[in-house]
């Protein structure tokens, strides 16, 4: 079975300061990596995911996420956060074979502030 | 495009009254269905999920049930519900690969 680890209930930090989401994972085969971002009282919209090929991978509005197998993390990064960022993040595994089930971590809150 | 819809979006119910939770699915076909219940600060637990209809996995024993009379309509239904039941109940599909799509929840409050 697979599972995930997110150490960071909450994490603040300042606008235009950079962040660092971190991200573990345990599972025994080959996996799909995934990040999701939920605003308030809303469902979960998918932010960037890990399938194969190149470990870093990036989302439209300056996220990036970086696959280390050895470490088997998958950390989200910003180099600059704004305010809208604010939200709860869910990092998320899946087996790459088979019928897909996602295991959620139990979510980090980013709260930036001016 | 493929839309997924859930409602209602928010819900206050009393112990002991029964439970109905719609999700359905636009634009697509044969889509993987799930619920999922995201309790305060636990993250979200996978309560259900069919790969067609008529057919339903639950993962974990609860006062919960889930059915799918048709192939994009997944429902999530209680007979009696408890205090433990509040959450927020999330949908989603996939058509099998790459992540999923999830509605906007249902914000369920037991009193």
């Known amino acids: 079975a697979q599972s995930v680890t997110q150490l960071d209930s909450q994490v603040p930090v300042f606008e235009e300061a950079p962040v660092e989401l971190r991200c573990n994972y345990s599972s025994s085969v080959s996996v799909y990596l995934f990040w999701y971002v939920q605003y308030p009282n809303q469902g979960l919209q998918l932010l960037l995911k890990y399938l194969s090929g190149s470990t870093l991978v990036e989302s439209i509005n300056g996220f990036e996420a970086e696959f280390n197998k050895s470490q088997t993390s998958f950390h989200l990064r910003k180099p600059s956060v704004h305010i809208s960022d604010t939200a709860e993040y869910f990092c998320a595994v899946a087996k790459n074979t088979g019928f897909q089930k996602l295991v959620f971590g139990t979510g980090t809150r980013l709260l930036v502030s001016p | 495009s493929q839309t997924i819809h859930q409602w209602p979006a928010t819900l206050v119910q009393p112990v002991g009254s029964p439970l109905s939770l719609e999700c359905t699915v636009e634009g697509t076909s044969n889509p993987n269905l799930y619920w999922y219940r995201q309790a305060a600060g636990r993250g979200l637990q996978l309560l259900f999920y069919?790969?067609?209809?008529?057919?339903i996995s639950s993962e974990v024993p609860q006062n919960l049930s889930a059915s799918r009379p048709q192939d994009r309509q997944f429902i999530l239904s209680s007979k009696k519900l408890l205090l433990s039941d509040s959450g927020f109940y999330l949908c989603?599909?996939?058509?099998?690969?790459?992540?999923?799509?999830f509605g906007s929840g249902t914000r369920l409050t037991v009193v």
């Open positions: 989603a599909w996939t058509l099998g690969t790459y992540g999923y799509t």
């Open positions: 069919s790969v067609g209809i008529g057919q």
